[in-house]
């Protein structure tokens, strides 16, 4: 279910300062990524159960973002959608990606790097979250105070989930949303060949990421 605003709403907030604090996290990530080593030996049981958890949870930040876009795609700022993933949490896309961020310091077989990860990512997202909210509540008053008051703002409650028998979706949000979580996915190729170079000798360990 959505529900679209007549009435005139502050201006919404600006995505561009967040996809900056992600950006450059990733880019410390990646520093961290090619200069270290897990504590855990690289083909050892512990850090293939590490890495296979956190492809796991990869995984499930991509189709699960994909679900999500499928229910607010191309009309996040006009409508209030209320239904599917949305019925269980405010900020789906955000949590999902939450997820992902762990998932990518797991498949590095570092526990350490997945929750600074996780962390950073909830916080950024977190801030995102609030100053969004804020918006809906000033376009959509009363409805989205309700919404709010029985909706978690970021963990999920399975238990509130509800559904809609049709729904129309943007096809171009949808592929894009695709596109973005091929990044996630690449990822995985990517560690193992960095770990195959760090065994190799071709690149330099400098410390150790527990």
Known sequence: ?????LKAAPKAFDQHKRLIVVQVAAVLAVILLLFSR????????????????????VLTCF????????????????????????????????????????????MFGS??????????????????????????AGKFGAVHAAYAQRTPRFWPNPLLY?????????TGALRRTFR????FLALFPVIEAVEYARLSGHLPTLFTVY
Not at 1 to 5: D, E, K, P, R
Not at 162 to 170: A, G, K, P, T, Y
Not at 180 to 183: H, R, V
């Open 111 to 136: 526990v350490l790097a997945a929750a600074m990860l996780g962390l950073a990512s909830f916080l950024v997202f977190r801030f995102t979250a609030r100053k969004e909210a804020e918006f809906l």
């Open 63 to 106: 189709l699960g973002r994909l679900w999500s876009i499928l229910f607010v795609g191309g009309r996040k700022n006009d409508q209030l959608v209320v239904s599917g993933p949305f019925s269980m949490t405010q900020n789906p896309l955000y949590f999902f990606s939450t997820v992902g961020a762990v998932g990518i310091g797991l």
């Open 1 to 5: 279910m959505a529900y679209t605003s």
């Open 38 to 57: 897990p504590a855990l030996a690289e083909g050892s049981n512990g850090h293939e159960a590490l890495e296979t958890i956190g492809f796991v949870m």
């Open 180 to 183: 973005d979580g091929l990044y």
């Open 162 to 170: 509800r559904d809609e028998d049709q729904w129309l979706f943007s």
